[in-house]
């Protein structure tokens, strides 16, 4: 072995170099074992949401590879049939895209004023927003419910639109600002060279270059709030549930209804699945563009 090839070699991190040694075939097997171990809760819910009752009280899921026979469509017919679960889908969808739109478009606006504009108090504004990461959605519930009472929003869509907004709007600001303060200032002044105002370098510029960081962002927005259920539980009109709550209230009411259970668990599940797999390339580079910045 030559210096340089030492040279190299010790340059190497200890992953690379067990990698190097084996091959990858090695890690590549562990790696689909990992994928395979974390995918089974979901495979099993799949299975589950299309085998009949007495057969789930029976048997476990994985008896269903023996007896195909087991398989059949009509636990989502009891779902489809289930009115208050299905209305529940709606009401999450109404929850879910516009707090998550919001988020988005009010965290990109706010970024890029944090990264690119001068104003009084730019600095301190911002280590308030840093502060506001801190702050656990639990300390708020109480204050936020009287608020929310006082001024009739408390158990309506619209209150929860806005709590969720709200709490992710410090994520968002920080996570956008750091991302947009890394393009380079050559670009932003050559464009304001050519006449671009704020609005034309923000729309034409910063946000195409911060396209995998808002992906990233939005991809994060829509999962936490689909999946809520402490704020869905306070917040949320108890007669127009979110998937979620409306859930919960069938396990306490209907403990043995595992027929409308499983495949609106499963259903519930495949939205946030579908959204992160569409935007799954974005989501990646906006995450190495954080680690690499």
Same mark, same amino acid.
């Given at each position: 072995m030559t210096t340089a090839?030492?040279? +190299?070699?010790?340059?190497?991190?200890?992953?690379?170099?067990?990698?190097?040694?084996?091959?990858?075939?090695?890690?590549?097997?562990?790696?689909?074992? +990992?994928?395979?171990?974390?995918?089974?809760?979901?495979?099993?819910?799949?299975?589950?949401?299309?085998?009949?009752?007495?057969?789930?009280?029976?048997?476990?899921?994985?008896?269903?590879?023996?007896?195909?026979?087991?398989?059949?469509?009509?636990?989502?017919?009891?779902?489809?049939?289930?009115?208050?679960?299905?209305?529940?889908?709606?009401?999450?969808?109404?929850?879910?895209?516009?707090?998550?739109?919001?988020?988005?478009?009010?965290?990109?606006?706010?970024?890029?004023?944090?990264?690119?504009?001068?104003?009084?108090?730019?600095?301190?504004?911002?280590?308030?927003?840093?502060?506001?990461?801190? +702050?656990?959605?639990?300390?708020?519930?109480i204050p936020v419910a009287?608020?929310?009472?006082?001024?009739?929003?408390?158990?309506?869509?619209?209150?929860?639109?806005?709590?969720?907004?709200?709490?992710?709007?410090?994520?968002?600001?920080?996570?956008?600002?750091?991302?947009?303060?890394?393009?380079?200032?050559?670009?932003?002044?050559?464009?304001?060279?050519?006449?671009?105002?704020?609005?034309?370098?923000?729309?034409?510029?910063?946000?195409?270059?911060?396209?995998?960081?808002?992906?990233?962002?939005?991809?994060?927005?829509?999962?936490?709030?689909?999946?809520?259920?402490?704020?869905?539980?306070?917040?949320?009109?108890?007669?127009?549930?979110?998937?979620?709550?409306?859930?919960?209230?069938?396990?306490?009411?209907?403990?043995?209804?595992?027929?409308?259970?499983?495949?609106?668990?499963?259903?519930?599940?495949?939205?946030?699945?579908?959204?992160?797999?569409?935007?799954?390339?974005?989501?990646?580079?906006?995450?190495?563009?954080?680690?690499?910045?």
């Amino acid at each position: 072995m030559t210096t340089a090839d030492g040279v +190299v070699r010790a340059k190497q991190s200890l992953p690379a170099r067990i990698a190097a040694r084996t091959g990858g075939g090695v890690l590549r097997i562990v790696l689909i074992l +990992v994928g395979l171990f974390w995918l089974m809760p979901t495979v099993g819910l799949l299975v589950s949401s299309l085998r009949a009752p007495q057969d789930i009280a029976e048997s476990g899921w994985w008896t269903v590879f023996t007896e195909p026979a087991q398989l059949t469509w009509a636990s989502y017919g009891h779902l489809l049939e289930n009115a208050k679960v299905m209305d529940s889908l709606l009401t999450t969808a109404l929850i879910t895209v516009p707090a998550t739109v919001l988020v988005v478009v009010i965290g990109a606006l706010a970024g890029y004023a944090f990264a690119w504009m001068d104003f009084p108090g730019r600095d301190a504004w911002f280590m308030v927003v840093v502060g506001l990461l801190v +702050v656990p959605v639990q300390v708020a519930l109480i204050p936020v419910a009287e608020l929310f009472g006082a001024i009739g929003l408390f158990e309506t869509t619209p209150g929860v639109i806005l709590f969720h907004t709200a709490f992710g709007l410090p994520f968002a600001v920080f996570l956008l600002r750091n991302f947009f303060a890394e393009i380079p200032r050559e670009l932003l002044e050559a464009a304001r060279l050519d006449g671009a105002n704020e609005i034309r370098l923000f729309t034409r510029v910063v946000l195409p270059l911060g396209g995998p960081a808002i992906a990233s962002l939005g991809i994060f927005q829509f999962l936490w709030v689909w999946n809520d259920l402490l704020v869905a539980l306070i917040f949320a009109d108890s007669g127009s549930p979110p998937i979620t709550v409306a859930l919960q209230q069938e396990v306490r009411q209907f403990g043995n209804n595992i027929d409308v259970l499983a495949p609106g668990a499963f259903l519930s599940m495949v939205v946030p699945l579908v959204v992160f797999f569409a935007f799954q390339r974005q989501f990646v580079s906006g995450v190495m563009a954080g680690a690499v910045k």
